[in-house]
């Protein structure tokens, strides 16, 4: 027995150790590409030495003589940092994601191939101006000397992923940055999916006119009646217009429906500033990722300091200011995405319908090449109106007739795309009318820009914006017949259409993707905005005082109260509050008492610690799916966000809304308060079997966690707890500290979708002006930077936006320097 124990011990004392030597090497090996901040180095390719002060935060401070220099730091920060990160970008971009991990990807390479961003962006390079072209030439020399570096050094390959899938790094190029701004465009683009969801929903609903409540227009006038969408479409398709489940695709760059572009942007004139200064105020959302999207730098140009927020991958400030002006962006919704149906030639299948007649697709052959498998070759095809898409995204093939298929027209597939040219012109315009000229070069994504100077502030649309005939069969709201002359694109609005506000009387301007203005189609710019409710509670916050302050924005920036909250519940309750006898303890109905009780004395503010936000989250989602689920069938799924609009028109009446109450394949007739003390008592089960039945224990951040993921290693056990980055978080979808939710089990209520970057900017103090990154500075997540700024972000701090290279010196974690050889 005691030669057994010895052995025993002999072997899991030998396993302890092996173990322990094998965390030590993976650990060696993954520390090894981890960037070192306090060096000097030789590189080649700079004309004058540059100084990289990496402040307390790890925020580069790139101090050089000339613009060219400071991009080329700006590319090796980039790469220092976000190496990983930058490469996946390129690859998503170029259709290429299946040489890494095989057969997974290949529906995304395929939609990217078809799309044809790459080559487009190839293209789009001579045509940007000159300064430009010296600014993505440097930034790829910056690039390039950080992965030579790399190289040299035996640094870990750069990132700890490349050890797990190994694959040459190819030089960066100027088409790379200006791919991953159309990558963007195609991140931010959601006019697409809201044409198929209306399509299948027309086709779902017995009754047109419901439509109208379900997808509901922004309130204003000015709307005109859409066609019933089997009007518009020869042969026959499915009045439920089912399609296969299938998961979101791996690494699709495609946001599902509702998780598109969002953002806040606000600015104050000097007479609405306390301190006599233009404020400005900018929380752009994206997906949530670890490490995040943003990445914090400051630049040394030759026409002064800039700072903010840059993408890793595109030579730009994208959000931020300079020492003369700032800038900010939000999604516009402008509708720049047209699908076009295309009858095939039933003798010819190489051939479409145009207007004169068949016309041939032009095609070109692009073979994928896919680890470990056979490499597969896609037939590219285009038509007049833009690429053909593959059936097997966007839910196409529930609208596609037999004998068709189905065309894009996207304002992103320009082969002369100057939106790069845009960005770095803002960086060096002097003031607002300078940046509102630059901007006119902006083609996609469509942003709405607000700008403030040391005196003025204005806001304009960005971005190219489709000329369409005003006899558009669907004014672009469905898919439709691309061989009709009337429904196809005719060039682009001249930019002086794009709605521009400068100025303003009353001294702010904002945005927060609602309807910013109300004109006939065809100038129109979109029928579906991002937002209809956010814009009311920031209306009140602007209004409800003379003069604002720094603080005053960063009040309005974490704002938690919900206006869709405080207008639903008065309606959806209004049968149901103190009504009835007290009911025994412990059955649905004394539940569904101490439930209204609560939410009586709530006022709306989605808490992370409250227990309201979450009944109330969890009773609209029920009712909204009591409401249609009778009838759009399995595509209620699809409807995976509660539409505040709907709900209000359905609990008012509007235009007989309430019909939908009634469940049609019931005997009995039900009624709007039926329905929601159903919905309800489902909530309270729901949220029993999930998070228990103590009411008043309740934790809203429970379920409204934000899931900053790594793309990539994010479902793999065991690192998944190194990569991924969870936070209980206040907010919600309709507040202006947004927190979008996934909508889909088991995790409705995670938070998916929120402002990955925050600045406020205070032109009466530039120096005070703040900001902040909801991960960390580092895409290394063996780095203390990869998740330190996480926590002020999720408590709503901030760190200092200070052009004082001095400051940025004095709590340094590393000084750079990069010298002439």
């Known amino acids: ?172 190029q100027p088409a790379d940055s200006i791919a991953i701004v159309k990558l963007m465009a195609l991140q931010l683009a959601g006019h697409l999916q809201d044409e198929v969801i209306r399509a299948r929903t027309s086709l ?42 299938r998961d979101h695709a791996f690494l699709m760059p495609v946001a599902p429906r509702g998780l598109a572009g969002a953002s806040n942007a606000f600015a104050a004139a000097p007479d609405r500033s306390a301190g006599g200064g233009t404020l400005l105020a900018n929380d752009p959302h994206l997906g949530l990722t670890a490490p995040s999207t943003w990445y914090l730098a400051r630049l040394q140009l030759q026409s002064g300091g800039v700072i903010g927020g840059t993408v890793p991958g595109i030579p730009a400030v994208m959000v931020g200011r300079s020492e003369q002006l700032a800038w900010a962006v939000t999604s516009s919704y402008m ?39 056979a490499p597969v070759t896609v037939t590219l095809r285009w038509t007049d109106n833009g690429p053909v898409l593959p059936r097997s995204v966007y839910d196409l093939e529930a609208i596609t007739p037999p004998g068709h298929v189905v065309s894009l027209a996207w304002t992103a597939l320009s082969p002369q795309d100057t939106s790069v040219s845009a960005a770095v012109g803002l960086m060096m315009a002097e003031d607002v009318d300078a940046a509102l ?115 005053s924005f960063i009040e309005a920036q974490l704002d938690t109260v919900s206006p869709a909250a405080r207008t639903l519940l008065p309606l959806i309750g209004r049968d149901l509050w103190f009504t009835g006898e007290a009911a025994p303890g412990g059955t649905p109905e004394r539940q569904r008492q101490r439930a209204l009780a609560l939410l009586a004395d709530w006022n709306g503010e989605m808490n992370e610690h409250m227990p309201e936000p979450l009944i109330y989250a969890a009773w609209l989602r029920a009712l909204q799916d009591r409401l249609i689920r009778d009838d759009l069938g399995p595509l209620a799924d699809d409807f995976d966000h509660v539409e505040p ?42 949220i029993g079997e999930t998070y228990g039945t103590a009411l008043e224990s309740l934790r809203w951040g429970d379920a409204h966690q934000a899931m900053h993921d790594h793309p990539v290693l994010g479902e793999v056990p065991l690192l998944r707890h190194f990569v991924n980055i969870r936070q209980s978080t206040s907010g919600g979808d309709h507040t202006l500290q947004r927190g979008r939710t996934s909508g889909r089990d088991p995790h409705p209520f995670r938070n ?66 990069l010298v002439k050889p």
């Open 1 to 172: 027995m005691a030669v057994l124990f010895r052995w025993l011990f002999r072997l899991v004392s030998g396993a302890l150790v092996l173990g322990v030597l094998a965390i030590s090497l993976v650990y060696y090996l993954g520390s090894r590409s981890l960037p070192v901040y306090d060096k000097t180095r030789a590189m080649a390719g700079i004309t004058a030495d540059i100084e990289i002060v990496r402040d307390n935060a790890a925020v580069p401070h790139i101090m050089a003589l000339s613009d060219r220099d400071a991009f080329f730091g700006l590319g090796y920060v980039h790469a220092q940092d976000r190496l990983w990160q930058m490469m996946m970008m390129r690859r998503t971009a170029q259709g290429r994601l299946s040489e890494v991990f095989g057969v997974r990807t290949l529906e995304t390479d395929t939609l990217l191939r078809r799309l044809d961003l790459y080559p487009l962006a190839v293209q789009s390079v001579p045509f940007q101006d000159a300064r430009t072209l010296d600014a993505l030439e440097s930034y790829a020399a910056g690039v390039n000397a950080r992965i030579d570096e790399i190289n040299e050094g035996g640094l870990g390959r750069g990132a700890p992923e490349f050890f797990l899938f190994n694959q040459p790094i190819a030089p960066w």
């Open 204 to 245: 779902a609903l017995e009754d047109a006119a419901r439509l109208a409540d379900i997808l509901p227009d922004m309130p204003g006038a000015g709307i005109a009646a859409l066609p019933d969408y089997a009007a518009l479409v020869p042969g026959p398709l499915p009045r439920f217009a089912e399609t296969p489940a």
């Open 335 to 373: 509708d720049d995405q047209d699908l076009y149906i295309e009858e095939l030639n039933p003798d010819n299948p190489e051939q479409y319908r145009a207007p004169d007649g068949w016309a041939e697709f032009r095609s070109r052959r692009s073979i994928i090449e896919i680890k470990d498998s």
């Open 437 to 551: 000229a630059v901007s006119d070069g902006y083609v996609a994504p469509s942003q709405m820009l607000t700008l403030i100077d040391r005196s003025s502030i204005a806001m304009k649309l960005v971005g190219a914006m489709p000329r369409r005939d005003s006899a558009h069969q669907s004014q672009g709201r469905l898919p439709s017949p691309g061989w009709r002359p009337e429904n196809r694109w005719q060039g682009m609005l001249p930019r002086d259409a794009n709605p521009t506000f400068i100025r303003p009387v009353g001294g702010i301007v904002g945005n927060t993707n609602n309807k910013v203005i109300d004109r006939p189609f065809p100038l129109h710019v979109s029928f579906d905005w991002g937002d209809s409710q956010r814009v009311q509670r920031w209306q009140a916050l602007m209004q409800g005082r003379e003069v604002h302050t720094r603080e």
């Open 645 to 686: 609009l709907f709900v209000e028109r359905v609990f008012r009446d509007i235009d007989g809304a309430s019909e939908w109450c009634d469940i049609k394949r019931s005997a009995r007739e039900e009624t709007c308060s039926d329905i929601s003390r159903l919905a309800l008592d489902d909530a309270l089960v729901w």
């Open 752 to 817: 998916v979708h929120a402002a990955g970057y925050r600045g406020v900017y205070d032109f009466a103090d530039p120096d005070s002006s703040v900001f902040i990154n909801a991960t960390g500075q580092s895409g290394h997540f063996l780095s203390r930077h990869y998740d330190d700024l996480g926590q002020l972000w999720r408590r709503g701090e901030y760190i200092p936006m200070s052009l004082d290279v001095d400051l940025a010196r004095a709590a340094s974690v590393g000084v750079t320097r």
